[in-house]
């Protein structure tokens, strides 16, 4: 079964509208990375946040990490039309190993 | 930069046949992985290669083997097809940053 699984599988807001997506693990980490993947491409890094860091930003992202509880929020505030795509949280453990969620769909309409 | 370079993009097989995905990346890293995503679904780790000559198992590696060429490149081999490796097969490469970059990804069908 896959590391980390996230909720809701979709998610569908107003342009404008702050989108929250949530991301449980299993195992300890090193660090915690979200990807983003536009329909039929590769994936894209947007964030990473470290096991002794509780709450990271960059520009419209807030990403919070809770070891305690073994999850992660994706916070997109004023979402916007180009923010359509999937969200993906990813686990990076002791081994190398990066182990993919299985992703949130977001569509934000216009 | 081309980053991480995956061919074919496209490749349709039969069951039973055997092919070979290529990965390449300029980058300079030392880690590349293999993934399969399934539609509607998130990545799984298929193998990856933490440094030049060293491969290991990653969650769903039945079926395939991987060779790390060299620094730069890393293939993936099915030895005889199945319609159940019908997937997007995406390689990625890591350096000490520890973000992951991707290639685009080759759309495989087994019939």
């Known amino acids: 079964s896959q590391q980390g699984e996230e909720d809701p599988q979709a998610l569908s807001i107003q342009e404008g509208e702050n989108a929250t997506m949530n991301c449980s693990y299993k195992?300890?980490?090193?660090?915690l990375q979200w990807y983003r993947q536009n329909s039929g491409r590769g994936l894209v890094h947007l964030i990473l946040?470290?096991?002794?860091?509780r709450e990271k930003h960059s520009g419209r992202l807030r990403v919070t990490l809770d070891t305690s509880k073994k999850s992660s929020s994706l916070l997109i505030t004023a979402s916007r039309a180009a923010d359509t795509a999937s969200y993906f949280c990813?686990?990076?453990?002791?081994?190398?190993?990066?182990?993919f969620g299985s992703g949130t769909r977001l569509l934000v309409r216009p | 930069n081309a980053g991480v370079t995956q061919t074919p993009k496209f490749q349709v097989l039969k069951t039973g046949q055997s092919m070979t995905l290529q990965c390449a990346q300029d980058?300079?890293?030392?880690?590349m992985y293999w993934y399969r995503q399934d539609p509607g679904m998130g990545l799984r780790l298929i193998y990856y290669?933490?440094?030049?000559?060293?491969?290991d198992k990653g969650e769903v590696p039945n079926g395939y083997n991987v060779s790390r060429l060299n620094k730069r490149e890393f293939s993936l081999r099915l030895e005889s097809a199945a319609p159940s490796q019908t997937s997007v097969y995406f390689c990625?490469?890591?350096?000490?940053?520890?973000?992951?970059?991707f290639g685009s990804g080759t759309q495989l069908s087994v019939l």
């Open positions: 990625a490469s890591r350096g000490l940053g520890e973000k992951l970059f």
């Open positions: 195992t300890s980490i090193n660090n």
């Open positions: 946040i470290r096991s002794n860091e």
């Open positions: 990813a686990t990076d453990g002791s081994s190398y190993k990066l182990i």
């Open positions: 980058m300079n890293h030392n880690s």
């Open positions: 290669s933490a440094s030049e000559g060293t491969t």
